[in-house]
């Protein structure tokens, strides 16, 4: 049997351990993964892109586990009252095969992404950071802006939108959150002057340039999330020349990141050199840094992992036969109870009756 994990069995996770405990748990999942990054079998993920947007594969296996995610992003799909990015995994045995977890994962990949955003920020950014600008108020905002303030204790947010209902709505949202002090700001320039941080989780599928290097400051880290495909970027090229730049896996992040942008040899470091001590993170306190965020395969592998394991102890997820079980392994077609009598094709099946 596989288990089911769906999006109310997530939600009910995070009424069991709360969300700022579930988003930590999961930055210390992926940081214990990216530590032992050696131990993967990794690639960049397989993309199919159309005019309206992407949907992309994602896998990644150690000896024991094996992991894939299925996600796309289609910035125009509010329009259709779908959700931008929307996803499911699969977390297999490697010794079997096996299916063992069949998930959900539009709620987990907000936040194993803003829990990957806070691991790189706890690395990259100033230490003391207080204040962070935060661009692009959809989906993902709110995951961004409570995992940076719980984790990270980042106060004060200015918060701006190209749609001033999505920044409505992430007020609202945030609106209850003790400690956490909100501003609208009337542009990206307005929301980005002063802060420690800057968070950017714009979808459109262009070469956007939202920040340029005029609003950039000494020592400020940019977590930089929504240009994650190719043709789809946020920083001016300008901004990345001016900063030392940290990605995930570079294999994938040369092709769908901001650094898509730069030549072929512009510096960039893995993070995970930096969480092993193996690549200096911030050197100094008027360095600017960029972790050119794409989302990697690894991220969902931890996720699904951590998730898997909360849904057990919680007795969440369904078990499902989404695998036959068969009493001779070899077989599969007497599961289906057909041809043995004449004119049984047309009766039903085992499965079918059961
Ligand atoms: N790096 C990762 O791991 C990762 C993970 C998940 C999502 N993403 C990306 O993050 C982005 C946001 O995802 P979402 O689910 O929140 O999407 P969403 O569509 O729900 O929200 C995107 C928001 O960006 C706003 N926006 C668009 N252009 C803008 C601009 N020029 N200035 C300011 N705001 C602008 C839109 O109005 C919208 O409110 C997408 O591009 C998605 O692909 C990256």
């Not at 995070?14 to 930055?27: D, N, S, Y």
């Not at 936040?111 to 950071?129: D, E, F, K, N, Q």
């Not at 959809?138 to 995951?143: D, P, T, V």
């Not at 709505?169 to 002063?194: C, E, F, H, Y």
């Amino acid at each position: 049997m596989t288990t089911l994990i769906t999006p109310r069995d997530i939600a009910g996770i995070v009424a069991a351990h709360g969300l700022p405990a579930l988003l930590q748990r999961l930055e210390a999942a992926i940081t214990a993964d990216f530590r032992r990054w050696g131990e993967f079998d990794k690639v960049a993920r397989v993309a199919s892109h159309s005019g309206a947007g992407v949907i992309e594969l994602m896998p990644v296996a150690d000896a024991h586990r094996y992991a894939f995610k299925y996600v796309n992003g289609h910035p125009g799909n509010h329009r259709l009252g779908l959700p931008t990015v929307m996803a499911f995994g699969v977390l297999a045995d490697v010794a079997t095969g096996r299916p063992e977890v069949l998930s959900e994962l539009t709620l987990t990949t907000a936040m194993r992404t803003a829990a990957t955003s806070v691991m790189a920020a706890r690395a990259l950014a100033r230490p003391g950071a207080r204040s962070m600008a935060l661009i692009g108020n959809g989906a993902q905002s709110e995951f961004q802006a409570l995992a940076f303030h719980h984790g990270l204790g980042i106060d004060r947010l200015a918060l701006f939108d190209v749609d001033p209902a999505a920044t409505r709505k992430l007020q609202r949202n945030l609106a209850g959150v003790a400690g956490l002090k909100l501003r609208v700001a009337s542009s990206v320039a307005d929301a980005v002057r002063g802060a420690d941080i800057v968070t950017t989780v714009t979808a459109d599928k262009r070469r956007a340039t939202i920040v340029t290097p005029g609003m950039i400051e000494p020592g400020m880290h940019l977590n930089a999330v929504g240009g994650d495909c190719p043709g789809k970027t946020e920083l001016a090229p300008g901004v990345l020349a001016g900063a030392r730049v940290f990605v995930e896996y570079e294999p994938q992040s040369r092709i769908e990141g901001d650094v898509q942008q730069m030549p072929a040899d512009f510096p960039v470091t893995e993070l995970w050199r930096v969480l092993t001590g193996t690549a200096d993170g911030r050197r100094s306190a008027d360095e600017v840094t960029v972790f050119d965020s794409v989302g990697f395969a690894l991220e969902d592998f931890s996720a699904l992992s951590l998730v898997a394991e909360l849904a057990r102890g919680l007795q969440l997820g369904a078990r499902v036969d989404l695998i036959p079980a068969l009493a001779d392994p070899r077989d599969l077609y007497g599961l289906l109870g057909v041809g043995e009598r004449p004119g049984a094709e047309q009766a039903p099946g085992r499965l079918l009756a059961a």
